[in-house]
Each structure stands twice: as C-alpha cells, then as structure tokens.
C-alpha cells in the first residue's frame, strides 16, 4: 500500500504562487505514475498534471499548461505541483494519485482517474480575486 499526504495549500490573490507536495510512503514511488487532480465544489474530479516514473514525460491539463509544472524527487519519494499565475477559477481541492508501474501508456491513459490505485486526502487551494 501507499499513502499520499498532501502539503503545501491555502489562500492566495490571484496572480499568486502555490507549491503543493505529496509526500508518499509505504513504498518507493519512483516507479510510478504520478498525478494531480482537482475538484470544485459542484463539479467533477478533473486532470490537473501528470508525470511518467521516469519524470521525462509530463502531461497538463490545457487550463494549466505553461502556469503550472509537476516535479518529482525521487530521492525524498515526494511529487510537486508548482503553480504559478493563479487564477479564481483554479480554487478546488487538489488530490495527489498514484498508479504502479504498469506498462507504457499514451498521453491519453495518465488523464484517468480510474487508473490511479492510490489517492491522497487532497489539500485546498483558494484563489481570491
């Protein structure tokens, strides 16, 4: 099993910078694929990033690209969502997830939610206007 915590919310004025972090334990996830996800209130649970084990490859949400940038630090078995630019509509509960290592997959499959095994508590980003 693995447990993810996510770290790193809170209020911010638009314009303004978040650094989220999930933290996993359990087991090394440097094999894995890791994502984020979000949800506001009323809507569903949307892709936010993704990153390949490797880290090489990185998949955003188009409302996300080029604003924010997922990392990962293998050795602190950590993933990190940098986000910059933010924006009202950014406001959600921001969930990390994790999906062992299973196979190669298109850009298309880390968009999933129903491929993740292992899911965080999530964190709330609030972006003021």
């Known amino acids: 099993q693995v447990q993810l915590v996510e770290s790193g919310g809170g209020l911010v004025q638009a314009g303004g910078s978040l650094r989220l972090s999930c933290a996993a334990s359990g087991r090394t996830v440097s094999s894995y694929a890791m994502a984020w996800f979000r949800q506001a209130p009323g809507k569903e649970r949307e892709f936010v990033a993704a990153s390949r084990w490797s880290g090489s490859s990185t998949y955003y949400a188009t409302s996300v690209e080029g604003r924010f940038t997922i990392s990962r630090d293998n050795a602190k078995n950590t993933v990190y969502l940098q986000m910059n630019s933010l924006k009202p509509e950014d406001t959600a509960v921001y969930y990390c997830?994790?999906?062992?290592?299973?196979?190669?997959?298109?850009?298309?499959?880390?968009?999933?939610?129903?491929?993740?095994?292992?899911w965080g508590q999530g964190t709330q980003v609030t972006v003021s206007s």
């Open positions: 997830a994790a999906d062992p290592p299973s196979g190669l997959y298109s850009a298309n499959y880390y968009r999933r939610a129903d491929v993740y095994d292992f």
